[in-house]
């Protein structure tokens, strides 16, 4: 009996003639012969034969593909050998250029998440150069984050079970958890907020811990809003204060310096009140290039402001430092200029802060001023948050989700964040303490529209709304059973009967359980769609390293052209240079239907799917709202108006092409003349201008 075969990199594992026949299945699909039976049939063949001419020595990978190419032309499937000899070219092709990467990738991944891996992931030695594999990785982030298990059996059952979930690409933390677990720094959470009070020590203490926060690798919010506005009275000087926009630059140049643990830039996200008498400035803050290029920024407004809007009543405008009015302006006319502003720039966005708070679970403890850069995560002073994702590609079998393992992925996330609480190593130790006294967590999903495109349902339609909501509503419960098992095992938060959650269980580990990320360069190592963004392009040109273009294809939506007969190299190519494919004659409409990009959907229907999700979501949802080039102001009116009355909790909208440098180009970019989409090599969907590193 044939028992074992020689890897290429000279190791050996367990001969598997289940993979010879998925191989063979695949070749066989390729040729829209969809047989498993056929499949198996020549799988046992091409066993048979292997086992006859290796007796004596342990057969190579390479042996075996020889056998299978060799079978499927001996029993009349040329068509399929050849599509398995160009799959095998393809994949020579992609080691070559891994080699040249000088990484040993052990997982199988893409070449663009081995580029990112490199540049952002693996641990590298003080000459910079990458002393560990992606399996090395997952394990290292695994045996970290197992620790917080005091029983060492279940310790060991643990390390393995996250190592197997990140490894196959169900699940992945957020980038410090991958970046800093196991390591000397260890600072896992990728979600700060820290207070700026109206005094010269507090602006200035909170810049010296947002650089603490940044060299670790977290991201920091901010509120702006108690700062006294420009021309107000400084007591102590009897000068004049310069308001919180001329601060903000402040902070915006010290991230500039402070480069985020040495990997990647710092990200803010920096909040001012609706009814601040500098809101003008701040809203128009963006106007000018290149300033501020280190925030978000958003307007807290409240449902007293979006009222008047609709109602076109007027707003009062108070100075913080001595809770007077200084002006009173018409909130439809302020309203305007924040979508204007949106329109021109792609800042601000807006969060609803009413609504914010009405679904805090720690209302005794206040009101929620700020969240993360991202704006999907509303926290406490000095608090901080870990996320994760579950890929939900990885749950779709037969066409159908796989609801009990969509729960043991919830199970087990839930348990990896609440580990990551205990093992954390906190930049300062005022987060360490509220965030130890709270243990929020944001578990939430990735790979929505794949998992769409494989369902057959299409993105802007009721039936994915309503599969949104049964879906998001599975993971929170679940979620929030696993919580409250973790807190009968090893107690509740201790705030949680200062919290809502209190009365409703008898125990709860976490007050917060689930957050909807935009994923970012997560997404690009799990091979998925980011969040639950659509597809940005069904095929482009992606920048992999300087100088080097490849051609990505959504591989579903290359599966479904070859089954239904339409595939051909020159169709590949040039659906690249649209992304869409909308307005491909030769694509069948129900093809078109299922592959929508984001600029072909229609903006309220961005808006609708968050909200879907939103209504299961303990914390907030990130989601980009993409407006075509020659989308209106009143387009984004619309949207934000919309994004209030459906209760989310924050709204962000890009018309493309509304700031001079994107990540994604929709054409010709500035720099070539092919004419093809082209997405830089961390892009993964959403905003193409905004920088998110989570």
């Given at each position: 009996?044939?028992?074992?075969?020689q890897k290429?990199d000279?190791s050996?594992?367990?001969?598997s003639?289940d993979?010879?026949?998925?191989?063979?299945?695949?070749?066989?699909?390729?040729?829209?012969?969809?047989?498993k039976?056929?499949?198996?049939?020549?799988?046992?063949?091409v066993?048979?034969?292997?086992?006859?001419?290796?007796?004596?020595?342990?057969p190579?990978?390479e042996?075996?593909?020889d056998v299978?190419?060799?079978?499927?032309?001996?029993?009349?499937?040329?068509?399929?050998?050849?599509?398995?000899?160009?799959?095998?070219?393809?994949?020579?092709?992609?080691?070559?250029?891994?080699?040249?990467?000088?990484?040993?990738?052990d997982?199988?991944?893409?070449l663009?998440?081995?580029?990112?891996?490199?540049?952002?992931?693996?641990?590298?030695?003080?000459?910079?150069?990458?002393?560990?594999t992606?399996?090395?990785?997952?394990?290292?982030?695994?045996?970290?984050?197992?620790?917080a298990?005091k029983?060492?059996e279940k310790?060991?059952?643990?390390?393995?079970?996250f190592?197997?979930?990140?490894?196959?690409?169900?699940?992945m933390p957020?980038?410090?958890?991958?970046?800093?677990?196991g390591?000397?720094?260890?600072?896992?959470?990728a979600c700060?907020?820290?207070?700026?009070?109206?005094?010269?020590d507090?602006?200035?203490?909170?810049?010296?811990?947002?650089?603490?926060?940044?060299?670790?690798?977290?991201?920091?919010?901010?509120?702006?809003?108690?700062?006294?506005?420009?021309g107000?009275?400084?007591?102590?000087?009897?000068?004049?204060?310069?308001?919180?926009?001329?601060?903000m630059?402040?902070?915006?140049v010290?991230?500039?310096?402070?480069?985020?643990?040495?990997?990647?830039?710092?990200?803010?996200?920096?909040?001012?009140?609706?009814?601040?008498?500098?809101?003008?400035?701040f809203?128009?803050?963006?106007?000018?290039?290149?300033f501020?290029?280190?925030f978000?920024?958003?307007?807290s407004?409240?449902?007293?402001?979006?009222?008047?809007?609709?109602?076109?009543?007027?707003?009062?405008l108070i100075?913080?430092r001595?809770?007077?009015?200084?002006?009173?302006?018409?909130?439809k006319?302020?309203?305007?200029?924040?979508?204007?502003?949106?329109?021109?720039?792609?800042?601000?966005?807006?969060?609803?802060?009413?609504?914010?708070?009405?679904?805090?679970?720690l209302?005794?403890?206040?009101?929620?001023?700020?969240?993360?850069?991202?704006g999907?995560?509303m926290?406490?002073?000095?608090?901080?948050?870990?996320?994760?994702?579950?890929?939900?590609?990885?749950?779709?079998?037969?066409?159908?989700?796989?609801?009990?393992?969509?729960?043991?992925l919830?199970?087990l996330?839930?348990?990896f964040?609440?580990?990551?609480?205990?093992?954390?190593?906190?930049p300062?130790?005022?987060?360490?303490?509220?965030?130890?006294?709270n243990?929020?967590?944001?578990?939430?999903?990735?790979?929505?529209a794949?998992?769409?495109?494989?369902l057959?349902?299409?993105?802007?339609?009721?039936?994915?709304?309503?599969?949104?909501?049964?879906?998001?509503?599975?993971?929170?419960?679940?979620?929030?059973?696993?919580s409250?098992?973790?807190?009968?095992?090893?107690?509740?938060?201790?705030?949680?009967?200062?919290?809502?959650?209190?009365?409703?269980?008898k125990?709860?580990?976490?007050?917060?359980v689930?957050?909807?990320a935009?994923?970012?360069?997560i997404?690009?190592?799990?091979?998925?769609?980011s969040g639950?963004?659509?597809?940005?392009?069904?095929s482009?040109?992606?920048?992999?390293?300087?100088?080097?273009k490849?051609?990505?294809?959504?591989?579903?939506?290359?599966?479904?052209?070859?089954?239904?007969?339409?595939?051909?190299?020159k169709?590949?190519?040039d659906?690249?240079?649209?992304?869409?494919?909308?307005d491909v004659?030769?694509?069948?409409d129900?093809?078109?239907k299922?592959?929508?990009?984001?600029?072909?959907?229609?903006?309220?229907?961005h808006?609708?799917?968050q909200?879907?999700?939103?209504?299961?979501?303990?914390?907030a949802?990130?989601?980009?709202?993409?407006?075509?080039y020659d989308a209106?102001?009143?387009?984004?009116?619309?949207?934000?108006?919309?994004?209030h009355k459906?209760?989310?909790k924050?709204?962000?909208?890009?018309?493309?092409?509304?700031?001079?440098?994107?990540?994604?180009?929709?054409?010709?970019a500035?720099?070539?003349?092919d004419g093809?989409?082209?997405?830089g090599?961390?892009?993964s969907?959403?905003?193409?201008?905004?920088y998110?590193p989570?």
């Amino acid at each position: 009996m044939l028992t074992k075969v020689q890897k290429r990199d000279g190791s050996f594992q367990d001969f598997s003639e289940d993979k010879i026949t998925n191989a063979v299945y695949k070749a066989l699909r390729s040729t829209k012969l969809d047989d498993k039976r056929v499949a198996k049939r020549l799988s046992y063949e091409v066993a048979r034969r292997i086992e006859f001419d290796f007796k004596t020595i342990v057969p190579k990978v390479e042996d075996i593909q020889d056998v299978v190419e060799k079978t499927l032309i001996k029993n009349g499937y040329a068509d399929a050998a050849k599509a398995y000899i160009l799959y095998r070219e393809k994949r020579k092709e992609l080691r070559e250029e891994k080699t040249f990467l000088g990484i040993k990738d052990d997982l199988k991944f893409d070449l663009n998440a081995i580029a990112v891996l490199k540049q952002r992931y693996l641990l590298k030695d003080e000459n910079g150069e990458v002393i560990e594999t992606p399996k090395q990785m997952f394990k290292r982030v695994a045996k970290a984050v197992a620790k917080a298990e005091k029983n060492k059996e279940k310790r060991k059952v643990l390390e393995n079970e996250f190592f197997n979930a990140m490894a196959s690409r169900e699940f992945m933390p957020n980038s410090p958890t991958l970046m800093n677990a196991g390591t000397k720094l260890g600072q896992l959470s990728a979600c700060f907020v820290v207070p700026v009070e109206d005094s010269i020590d507090s602006i200035f203490n909170a810049v010296k811990d947002m650089a603490e926060i940044h060299q670790s690798g977290g991201g920091t919010g901010f509120s702006f809003s108690k700062l006294r506005p420009a021309g107000d009275i400084v007591m102590s000087t009897k000068g004049s204060a310069s308001g919180p926009v001329s601060f903000m630059r402040v902070f915006d140049v010290a991230t500039d310096v402070i480069k985020q643990g040495g990997k990647r830039r710092g990200a803010n996200m920096g909040i001012l009140s609706v009814n601040h008498p500098d809101v003008v400035e701040f809203i128009a803050a963006k106007t000018n290039a290149g300033f501020l290029k280190n925030f978000n920024i958003s307007v807290s407004v409240t449902d007293k402001f979006m009222n008047a809007v609709v109602k076109d009543k007027k707003i009062d405008l108070i100075n913080p430092r001595t809770e007077k009015k200084t002006k009173t302006v018409h909130a439809k006319e302020l309203f305007n200029l924040i979508s204007t502003m949106a329109w021109k720039t792609g800042d601000p966005g807006m969060i609803f802060i009413d609504e914010i708070n009405r679904k805090n679970p720690l209302k005794k403890l206040g009101n929620i001023e700020a969240t993360n850069p991202c704006g999907e995560q509303m926290l406490f002073a000095y608090e901080s948050c870990n996320l994760g994702s579950i890929n939900l590609e990885k749950v779709v079998k037969d066409k159908k989700i796989d609801w009990q393992k969509l729960k043991k992925l919830v199970h087990l996330g839930v348990e990896f964040l609440d580990n990551v609480i205990d093992v954390n190593k906190y930049p300062l130790k005022q987060v360490e303490k509220i965030t130890k006294a709270n243990r929020k967590i944001g578990l939430g999903v990735m790979g929505w529209a794949n998992l769409l495109i494989k369902l057959g349902i299409s993105y802007d339609s009721n039936e994915a709304l309503k599969l949104a909501e049964k879906l998001m509503k599975f993971v929170a419960n679940e979620a929030r059973k696993k919580s409250a098992e973790l807190g009968v095992q090893k107690g509740s938060f201790p705030n949680f009967k200062n919290s809502t959650l209190y009365g409703k269980y008898k125990a709860m580990r976490n007050s917060t359980v689930t957050t909807v990320a935009p994923t970012g360069t997560i997404s690009i190592i799990a091979g998925t769609s980011s969040g639950i963004e659509p597809l940005f392009a069904v095929s482009f040109v992606r920048d992999v390293l300087e100088g080097t273009k490849l051609i990505e294809t959504n591989p579903y939506f290359e599966q479904t052209a070859k089954e239904k007969g339409f595939y051909s190299r020159k169709l590949m190519m040039d659906v690249s240079k649209k992304g869409s494919i909308i307005d491909v004659e030769e694509i069948p409409d129900d093809v078109k239907k299922v592959f929508v990009t984001a600029l072909d959907i229609k903006p309220e229907w961005h808006v609708k799917m968050q909200a879907a999700f939103q209504k299961y979501t303990d914390n907030a949802v990130s989601k980009t709202v993409n407006l075509p080039y020659d989308a209106s102001v009143e387009d984004v009116r619309k949207v934000y108006l919309l994004a209030h009355k459906l209760k989310c909790k924050g709204i962000t909208v890009y018309r493309y092409g509304s700031k001079p440098e994107q990540v994604l180009y929709l054409g010709t970019a500035p720099d070539e003349k092919d004419g093809h989409v082209r997405a830089g090599s961390e892009y993964s969907g959403g905003c193409p201008a905004t920088y998110c590193p989570f």
